[in-house]
Antibody, heavy 123, light 109 residues
């Protein structure tokens, strides 16, 4: 079965860095675009970034552009999120999610999600 | 950036009642690339509806989606106890950057 397991969260000081990982199993990792979505405590969902199946296309929300970098290692079935210059408002649970892509003629978005990893930015 | 506005913020209903949730976009969403997700406390979101009206795998038929352009609706025909949760709409595909609505909480009256 499809599994996505995030890790790497923790407490970091403002201005610091952290790298999150998302280990995938149960599907052909190298065939899918993947996303990071975050959720601040008690708040709604915020899309953060996406990375195409081959790593060739990446997109970012304005709130993280220039500070976060998404990457992947298809040989290790792992997605990464490098977070630099962290701010208090980056505090959130970070989820990775699989973009299903096209199913027949239908475009299907995020069909599998991990359970998330908590990042807390605080001094 | 496409902004999605959901209403109401909270919906208080009883089991067995019908729930109607709204999602309005700041500009037209291409090809109806509008999804709905359900999230329960302590859990990851779950995909319910994609393409504005197609149910995801395993989603009961009491959940239905409709709409086009800038106005979309999620309807739960008869609320079951497990349906009380927060629901988010999301636009995808209209631009490379995706956005979510702020969520509607469906709570037990």
């Amino acid at each position: 079965q499809v599994q996505l397991v995030e890790s790497g969260g923790g407490v970091v000081q403002p201005g610091g860095s952290l790298r999150l990982s998302c280990a995938a199993s149960g599907f052909t990792f190298g065939s899918y675009t993947l996303h990071w979505v975050r959720q601040a405590p008690g708040k709604g969902l915020e899309w953060v970034t996406s990375l195409s199946y081959d790593g060739g296309k990446q997109f970012y929300a304005d709130s993280v552009k220039g500070r976060f970098t998404v990457s992947r290692d298809n040989s290790q079935n792992t997605l990464y999120l490098q977070m630099n210059s962290l701010r208090a408002d980056d505090t959130a649970i970070y989820y990775c999610a699989r973009d299903r892509g096209y199913s027949g003629s239908s475009r299907v978005p995020l069909d599998y999600w991990g359970q998330g990893t908590l990042v807390t930015v605080s001094s | 950036e496409i902004v999605l506005t959901q209403s109401p913020g909270t919906l208080s209903l009883s089991p067995g009642e019908r729930a109607t949730l709204s999602c309005r976009a700041s500009q037209s969403i291409t090809s109806g690339y509008l999804a709905w997700y359900q999230q329960k406390p302590g859990q990851a979101p779950r995909l319910l509806i994609y393409g504005a009206s197609s149910r995801a795998t395993g989603i009961p038929d009491r959940f239905s989606g409709s709409g086009s352009g800038t106005d979309f609706t999620l309807t739960i025909s008869r609320l079951e106890p497990e349906d009380f949760a927060v629901y988010y709409c999301q636009q995808y595909g209209s631009s490379p950057t995706w956005t979510f609505g702020q969520g509607t909480k469906v709570e037990i009256k």
